[in-house]
């Protein structure tokens, strides 16, 4: 194996104590997602966005990264060919258990990004919806968030990287979303073995070459293990 691209979702931080989404009592059970996950919804009310995305930012800085963490870190200071991660989390805890080559398709709460002028700036750990922008001064801060509707971050880039993989491996995602949920398919179109590590098999059988059912904490070190052995 020479490169390998690894996509994760909330699952790897759920022991991290992180809330997933669609899990029984997972946070689109406890929020309306078309409120605080959508433009439309930000331009309704950006107070109701914030403070979902402040509790997001405050669980996240109270959060200790988890051993799946630190496991894909040490794949990627060991291995000896090219390990990508992509991730749709928004919290840091990759880069916190030491993964530097991390792609967040879907933004970060540690961002903050103006609405008017799309400058950046580090987010503090609750953001006021009135601050007003440091470049433009509009008050128009929101999280640097991929919201539904809007176009992930470093598509290109990561179609590149699975185009080019030896292994794609899908670790604590659903595949519900879109785009991310067609990576599988746009790897095994190019010829790349793929791999599923999640507490559940995914829903449809067969979509993985193999899969490992179990917690992160302990599929994703065993797997490294085995990687590195
Ligand atoms: P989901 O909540 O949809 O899925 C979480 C997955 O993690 C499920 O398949 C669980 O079985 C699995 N899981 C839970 N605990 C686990 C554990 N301890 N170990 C391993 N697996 C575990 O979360 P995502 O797939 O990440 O996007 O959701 C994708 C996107 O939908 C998110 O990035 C977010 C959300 O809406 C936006 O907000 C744009």
């Not at 919290?91 to 530097?100: F, N, T, V």
Request: one cysteine or more; charged letters at 20%; glycine letters at 8%.
């Amino acid at each position: 194996m020479k490169r390998i691209v690894i996509l994760t979702g909330a699952g790897i931080s759920a022991e991290s104590g992180l809330g997933t989404f669609r899990d029984v009592g997972g946070l689109w059970s406890q929020y309306d997602l078309e409120e605080v996950a959508t433009p439309q919804g930000f331009a309704r009310n950006p107070a109701l966005v914030h403070d979902f995305y402040n509790a997001r930012r405050a669980n996240m800085l109270d959060a200790a990264p988890n051993a799946a963490h630190a496991a894909l870190a040490r794949l990627e200071a060991e291995y000896p060919g090219e390990v990508l991660l992509v991730t749709q989390n928004v919290d840091d805890l990759h880069e916190r258990a030491g993964s530097k080559n991390v792609l967040h398709m879907h933004g970060a709460l540690s961002g903050a990004v103006c609405a008017a002028c799309d400058h950046r700036w580090p987010a503090p750990r609750a953001m006021d919806p009135a601050a007003p922008c440091p470049a433009c001064t509009a008050p128009r801060a929101r999280p640097d968030i991929v919201w539904f509707g809007e176009m992930p971050f470093h598509m290109d880039e990561i179609g590149h990287a699975l185009a080019r993989a030896d292994l794609f491996v899908s670790i604590g995602t659903s595949g519900e979303v879109y785009p991310a949920a067609g990576f599988v398919d746009e790897a095994r179109a190019c010829g790349v073995e793929t791999l599923e590590i999640n507490l559940e098999p995914s829903l449809v059988p067969g979509l993985f070459d193999r899969v490992i059912a179990g917690p992160a904490t302990q599929a994703v070190p065993d797997w490294v293990a085995e990687v590195l052995a």
